[in-house]
């Protein structure tokens, strides 16, 4: 009995999950062919050159060229989420605390130059703070410095650049923590006779770590793979590794150790998201791009 | 009482330079491409829209505008209904899958754009679709599509389904009444997810670097390649009408998201 009931609507069922199926093939299909294929394609090409062999790997972890850059990569992913911590959370609680149209104001502002291009923002660095640029002129008709500060063409320029790039993934997620926040337990630790600067670093702060983890994630990991940057304002002294990747195409022709070192910047990521899943749903740190 | 008011203007102080920070390199751009200099100086000596015409009368420039602003357009043709099937059957489908399928998804924003650069210039070489337009368009159409899937889905989940089982059980068929019923429901944040994808596909530089070339090379790879040589005012102005265009496209999706409220 009950078999003859649920057979027409299981038969329903199976041809709502194709139908489901079929609307999402396209897109997955573009993914597959252009995302999933090309990485495994690099890890194919990483091990496998007339044979399998980990010589890629080996050069990966033993030359000193690949180990300083993987080192400085870090360096300055972990400079630019500090430094844009440091800048973004301030704004993000001035932008929380205000009137709403005052807070969406000063996040409009901030996703101004979120939705300029990268390219376009290089630019605008090199111009700002090349030797005959608009600070060096500044600084030196106010006769603070003699000479023209090498401002750029190093590691500074780069951070300075990658900061102001990656700022917005910084507040937006700290920004949707702390509105979250219910204003009744501030009020309630002051009316418990706690002072402001108590109240913010007991209950505030606290309360609004998942927001910072959000944000320090997502600039961390847009930091690792950074390019246009380090490229255009590191003056070929800052080689971070996504240019270990291009070089080892573009000038060198060495396929495989280009795609053992795409191989490793991937699993340092996805390590990275792993870790930070099991505090924070990713969809947080994902949701606010 | 204080205290509490002067951090208030530490506060205030902090915010106000990193806005400042935020924002003057975005808009310098826009005096220098005025300018009548040959050297970058500031403020400009004169007035002047030299450099506006250097990029209007530039073959190379126009052409490598035209190849961007066709690989936008294709994109956002392609991405959009793309992601609308797909964000619709993630949304309604209660297929475990499909939770897979939703992170799939969004790989394009996880997976560092140098990897996905490099490895699609790999296998693009191997199906000989490096340095052609159709290349181009496809992995732009990869790039935008998380785009339209977030904010078709963000659409989605103030849409009730119910409405549509309604329109069903009255006799439409599923495609009638997603269109009469649930596409005009969600439809401001289509068009959003539709420019946004619009705005990634005319920004997208480093894909392009490794997979444009010939006369199919778009805007940014050139500003690239120029600004690795020199720093040319030309690119000023470049930059300030695509800037000009992005915000003008952004403001027309905040006004619409707003609209349908």
Same mark, same amino acid.
């Given at each position: 009995?009950?078999?003859?009931?649920?057979?027409?609507?299981?038969?329903?069922?199976?041809?709502?999950?194709?139908? *489901?199926?079929?609307?999402?093939?396209?897109?997955?299909?573009?993914?597959?062919?252009?995302?999933?294929?090309?990485?495994?394609?690099?890890?194919?090409?990483?091990?496998?050159?007339?044979?399998?062999?980990?010589?890629?790997?080996?050069?990966?972890?033993?030359?000193?060229?690949?180990?300083?850059?993987?080192?400085?990569?870090?360096?300055?992913?972990?400079?630019?989420?500090?430094?844009?911590?440091?800048?973004?959370?301030?704004?993000?609680?001035?932008?929380?605390?205000?009137?709403?149209?005052?807070?969406?104001?000063?996040?409009?502002?901030?996703?101004?130059?979120?939705?300029?291009?990268?390219?376009?923002?290089?630019?605008?660095?090199?111009?700002?703070?090349?030797?005959?640029?608009?600070?060096?002129?500044?600084?030196?008709?106010?006769?603070?410095?003699?000479?023209?500060?090498?401002?750029?063409?190093?590691?500074?320029?780069?951070?300075?650049?990658?900061?102001?790039?990656?700022?917005?993934? *910084?507040?937006?997620?700290?920004?949707?923590? *702390?509105?979250?926040?219910?204003?009744?337990?501030?009020?309630?630790?002051?009316?418990?006779?706690?002072?402001?600067?108590?109240?913010?670093?007991?209950?505030?702060?606290?309360?609004?770590?998942?927001?910072?983890?959000?944000?320090?994630?997502?600039?961390?990991?847009?930091?690792?793979?950074?390019?246009?940057?380090?490229?255009?304002?590191?003056?070929?002294?800052?080689? *971070?590794?996504?240019?270990?990747?291009?070089?080892?195409?573009?000038?060198?022709?060495?396929?495989?150790?280009?795609?053992?070192?795409?191989?490793?910047?991937?699993?340092?990521?996805?390590?990275?998201?792993?870790?930070?899943?099991?505090?924070?749903?990713?969809?947080?740190?994902?949701?606010?791009? | 009482?204080?205290?509490?008011?002067?951090?208030?203007?530490?506060?205030?102080?902090?915010?106000?330079?990193?806005?400042?920070?935020?924002?003057?390199?975005?808009?310098?751009?826009?005096?220098?491409?005025?300018?009548?200099?040959?050297?970058?100086?500031?403020?400009?000596?004169?007035?002047?829209?030299?450099?506006?015409?250097?990029?209007?009368?530039?073959?190379?420039?126009?052409?490598?505008?035209?190849?961007?602003?066709?690989?936008?357009?294709?994109?956002?043709?392609?991405?959009?209904?793309?992601?609308?099937?797909?964000?619709?059957?993630?949304?309604?489908?209660?297929?475990?899958?499909?939770?897979?399928?939703?992170?799939?998804?969004?790989?394009?924003?996880?997976?560092?754009?140098?990897?996905?650069?490099?490895?699609?210039?790999?296998?693009?070489?191997?199906?000989?679709?490096?340095?052609?337009?159709?290349?181009?368009?496809?992995?732009?159409?990869?790039?935008?599509?998380?785009?339209?899937?977030?904010?078709?889905?963000?659409?989605?989940?103030?849409?009730?389904?119910?409405?549509?089982?309604?329109?069903?059980?009255?006799?439409?068929?599923?495609?009638?009444?997603?269109?009469?019923?649930?596409?005009?429901?969600?439809?401001?944040?289509?068009?959003?997810?539709?420019?946004?994808?619009?705005?990634?596909?005319?920004?997208?530089?480093?894909?392009?670097?490794?997979?444009?070339?010939?006369?199919?090379?778009?805007?940014?790879?050139?500003?690239?390649?120029?600004?690795?040589?020199?720093?040319?005012?030309?690119?000023?102005?470049?930059?300030?009408?695509?800037?000009?265009?992005?915000?003008?496209?952004?403001?027309?999706?905040?006004?619409?998201?707003?609209?349908?409220?």
């Amino acid at each position: 009995m009950a078999t003859s009931v649920s057979d027409p609507s299981q038969k329903h069922q199976r041809r709502e999950h194709g139908l *489901m199926l079929a609307l999402v093939s396209p897109a997955l299909l573009v993914v597959l062919a252009l995302i999933v294929l090309p990485v495994g394609w690099l890890a194919w090409q990483s091990i496998y050159h007339d044979g399998f062999t980990l010589e890629n790997y080996r050069r990966v972890f033993t030359e000193d060229i690949y180990w300083r850059s993987f080192a400085l990569t870090f360096q300055i992913s972990l400079a630019v989420t500090l430094i844009a911590l440091l800048l973004g959370y301030p704004l993000a609680y001035l932008a929380n605390s205000l009137p709403k149209g005052w807070g969406i104001f000063i996040l409009s502002l901030v996703m101004l130059p979120f939705w300029t291009s990268v390219l376009v923002r290089a630019y605008a660095w090199l111009v700002l703070l090349q030797r005959s640029g608009v600070i060096n002129q500044f600084l030196r008709h106010l006769e603070l410095v003699s000479e023209p500060l090498a401002l750029v063409h190093n590691t500074f320029g780069t951070v300075v650049a990658t900061v102001h790039i990656l700022l917005p993934f *910084m507040v937006l997620p700290l920004y949707a923590t *702390m509105q979250k926040i219910p204003n009744d337990l501030m009020q309630a630790g002051a009316s418990l006779g706690a002072s402001p600067s108590l109240t913010f670093l007991r209950v505030f702060l606290p309360l609004s770590l998942p927001g910072v983890l959000a944000g320090c994630t997502m600039v961390f990991v847009l930091c690792l793979g950074f390019y246009i940057t380090p490229e255009l304002l590191g003056g070929g002294r800052t080689v *971070m590794v996504s240019m270990l990747v291009s070089r080892n195409v573009e000038l060198y022709n060495q396929f495989g150790a280009a795609s053992a070192v795409a191989v490793v910047l991937l699993l340092s990521v996805l390590v990275i998201f792993f870790a930070v899943s099991r505090f924070i749903s990713l969809d947080r740190v994902l949701g606010h791009k | 009482m204080m205290r509490a008011s002067s951090a208030r203007i530490v506060l205030y102080v902090i915010s106000v330079l990193v806005l400042v920070y935020l924002i003057v390199p975005v808009l310098i751009i826009v005096p220098i491409s005025f300018s009548s200099a040959r050297f970058l100086t500031f403020p400009p000596p004169s007035f002047s829209l030299r450099w506006y015409e250097q990029y209007f009368s530039s073959p190379a420039w126009m052409q490598a505008t035209r190849v961007t602003l066709t690989v936008a357009f294709l994109t956002v043709l392609i991405a959009t209904p793309c992601g609308v099937a797909a964000a619709y059957a993630v949304s309604q489908s209660r297929l475990r899958i499909m939770r897979v399928i939703h992170m799939a998804l969004l790989l394009p924003l996880v997976v560092p754009i140098i990897i996905t650069a490099v490895g699609i210039f790999f296998v693009y070489t191997r199906v000989g679709l490096v340095a052609t337009l159709p290349g181009l368009v496809l992995a732009n159409v990869m790039l935008g599509l998380p785009y339209v899937v977030i904010s078709v889905l963000a659409g989605l989940q103030s849409f009730d389904p119910a409405q549509e089982m309604v329109a069903r059980s009255l006799g439409m068929n599923r495609l009638r009444s997603f269109f009469a019923v649930t596409l005009p429901q969600i439809k401001s944040s289509v068009v959003a997810g539709g420019i946004f994808a619009f705005i990634s596909a005319m920004d997208e530089t480093i894909v392009a670097l490794f997979i444009s070339g010939g006369q199919y090379q778009p805007l940014t790879k050139r500003m690239f390649t120029a600004l690795r040589d020199e720093i040319d005012p030309t690119i000023a102005a470049i930059s300030t009408l695509m800037t000009a265009a992005s915000f003008m496209l952004v403001l027309l999706a905040s006004a619409r998201q707003k609209r349908s409220g």
